[in-house]
């Protein structure tokens, strides 16, 4: 019997390789191997055939020799880089696929490739770059383009990439996916209503797109449209129970709602931390620290945003012999507030656009003793990579008012005002640290003008004007209810309502019909929408005499602000820390007397600022100094605190760890 012929093998292997039958095909590739060792075709379609079959390891060795044998096979250099990119050798996988696209720069597959591995080693301009390639070789790819489109957001933010999405409708109108990315990034845009013209169009092309569904929900909040946007989350939820940015938004719309109960939202927190919860997190156990403690956060505002204004003067005042603090920013923007976040941390990673598995794979290499997530059920949050325990101590502060749900969060930061104890531990998850008088620290803005004189007192026909420039999402009606009755008992005053979205002809009637039906006089009603900038934004609260908290999602920065520029806000305290945060910063401020326990004692307050003109005046003249000789300015003794409160938090869980 003649020996067997390389070439036929080859052949025969081929047959089955194009079949899809790939076990054989390798056994094939392999008996060439044996008869003509300096095969290129043997080494290299037999290491394609064993990764195509799930055996990479098997494939590294065998598409590394073929290289070796044709070092300037393209096809050759992207095979090994794919097979060491799913072997997680990114780093190498990179220089693979650069390598083939030196022998070939054509070679779109190669691109693609490149552009994903960038993505996933953080090399965000890389990846956009590569994608911009894609799109020119694939010029009739709407998905190529989208992908362009897409990564422009993480590298330029959405209001470059935006013309992008709209010209691939343009493109391509009648590919979904571009519609649905439009849609999304109208949304973000705070275009609510040409949003959902667009993820309508996308959800007809094609029902099955459930992040079109995730968008409708995100324009709907955007309108306002509270409960609507509730359903669209919950259909797309239906649709895929583990969707953790529809389970996020979804739960941020329960707290805008009045009639949800504590134990309601508690109940609908614990759902989502299940539905994220790992079968097995990992067990991170801390060890004796006896310098400072390494403490990363995680926080998608680390820019011009009320988070930054409310954590960098903790940052700055941080000991860096008690705490080494490292900044994870996980948004496109990159302003003067990042950059001035960036001279007080120990260090800064920009995150903004990663998968998850690198942002987890660079937190665990960076090891944190402590790691501190200040978004919670907020954008595009973080909070499924908590589940999976990527610190021994983890902490949620700040950003949202309520639990994360997460089993693998160990502790809230709150303080006893905000959170009285034994009122609201039972809705939480985490263990309730009450770590200073009060939970925040505020930095106005430098902007910010000097206070004036309302000019209710010192013109006396002119009316008293009540003001609030909370979010247009915490107006609920119980809320329009209540400021009703507020102007119903003060005849002449007036009510100042600003707001994103109210610049909108929509909006502002949407507004005023709910306030008519709520039992408001509306021809005593201003609506104003955004302004340029917050010295312009502060400077309207010359036109406001007294500044109403809504129920039950009470304002923090707004709040703070008003009381900056000299004027009294009065709250409604409820049962739970939504609806809790005006007692505390009211007190912080030396005016508990605003906060009130019923809806009769909040009118009563309202009417008797309103009546007292030269009071409002002495209010003026004495409020930001007051505000200035609390804790919520005391920076050095809250950061103090803080860190106290962390090293404790540390010591208790390591203690726990010890007696296991």
Sequence with gaps: MPPPNPAVLLKQALTHHQAGRFAPAAVLYAQARQLAPQSFDAWHLGGLALFQAGRAEEALPLLVRAVQLSPRSALAHFRLGVVRAARGELEAALVAVQKALEFDPKLVEAWEHLSSLCQRVGQMAGALAAAVKVSELKPGSAEAFDRVATLTVEVRGMGVAHSLFAEATRRWPDHAVSWQNYGI?????HEPDAALVALDKALALDGKLNLARVGRGLALQEAFRVREALTAYEEALRLEPKHAEAGSARLLCLNYL???????????HVDYGRAQAVVKPAVLRPSEVHGPLRVAVLSQDFRRHAVAAFFEPLLEHFDPAELEVWLYHDHAVVDEVSKRLQTLARRWRHVAGLASERVEAQLRADAPDVLIDLSGHTGRNRLPLFARRLAPVQITYLGYPNTSGLAEMDYR???????PVGLTDPYYTEKLVRFAPCAWSFRPSASAPEVSIPQAATDPDRPVV????????????????LWAEVLAATPGTRLLLKGHGLETAARRRELEQRCVVAGMDVSRLDLMG?????????????????????FPYHGTTTTCEAMWMGRPVVSLIGKEHRSRVGASLLRAAGHPEWAVASAAEYVQVASALAADRAGLARISAGLRSELASGPLFNYAGQAKAFS?????????????????
């Design 258 to 268: 009045e009639e949800r109960t504590a134990e309601e939202l508690f109940a609908a």
């Design 413 to 419: 930061f709150t303080d006893e005002h905000a959170d």
């Design 466 to 481: 009540f003001g609030s420039f909370n979010n247009p999402a915490k107006l609920t009606d119980f809320t329009l209810r």
């Design 530 to 550: 955004r302004t340029s900038g917050s010295g312009d934004h502060l400077a309207l609260y010359q036109r406001v005499d007294v500044a109403l908290d809504p």
């Design 185 to 189: 990034a109208l949304a973000t845009l």
């Design 644 to 660: 106290r409160a962390l090293r404790a938090c540390y010591e208790e869980v390591r203690a726990q760890h010890q007696g296991i």
